[in-house]
């Protein structure tokens, strides 16, 4: 697999994206993405992805009744998106319904953002499917920072307060921490360095409140090793996968 294409991704993010499928982890995500484009005068853009594909034994007559009902749809599926992600967040969302899978959706508009952030209903458990089977596509494919959260209880705010910053030992790179200090800025928080991934320690991964991985330029796995799994699965905390710029 090569590598990600260069993307000139913006710290902190001026284009915040955020992929909804109306799930307590998707108004969670636009909590965190309306408190993160506030603190950054950041422009803010929700995205939902509905596939429409008529039947192959459909009549073109019929096709096309399907097609003016899919434009109904759209319209409809555009104002719940918008009302679903004002009762997420005070801040103004750009609300965009796609005609697509959903990862390749998000993939589409990545280009044109600074920060993705999806929610997840991955299980808590070893291995790599702590991330959900979108996620963890969005987060190996895409070429810009993607914040994977789950559903919680807790405010927005409370995720910036105490973050982890792992590593894989690309040291000379200064994405992750550059990213890191400025969310933690966001509340006044602070950032504790937990070492490479291979050597973090769940005491450590349960006393923070966001987990900030950042990766190297030639990511075949795209921070999906087995170390970094093994940190995944003993975190229920949100996690932030930086890319090397």
Sequence with gaps: MSSAPDILWQCPPKTVLVGVDFSDASARALAIAGLVASAFDARLRALHAERFEPPPYFTLEQIAR???????????????????????????????????????????????????????????????????????????????????TRASDTTARDVF?????????????RAAPEYAGHLAGIVGGNVIDAGPA??????????????????????????ITDAVAKVLGACERPVLFVPAR
């Design 66 to 148: 399907l097609e003016t009902e899919r434009r109904q749809s759209q319209a409809a599926a555009t104002e719940h998106l918008t009302r679903f992600a004002a009762g997420a967040t005070s801040q103004r969302v750009e609300s965009i319904i796609v005609d697509q899978p959903a990862v390749e959706a998000i993939l589409g508009a990545a280009p044109t953002a600074d920060l993705i952030i999806v929610g997840t209903h991955g299980r808590r458990g070893p291995g790599r499917w702590w991330l959900g089977s979108v996620a963890e596509r969005v987060v190996r494919a895409a070429a810009v920072p993607v914040l994977v």
């Design 198 to 223: 291979a050597q973090c320690e769940a005491g450590t991964m349960e006393q923070a409140s966001l987990v900030v991985i950042a990766t190297g330029k030639e990511r075949p796995l795209w921070g």
């Design 161 to 173: 307060g105490r973050i982890a910053l792992v590593h894989q030992g690309h040291d000379d790179d």
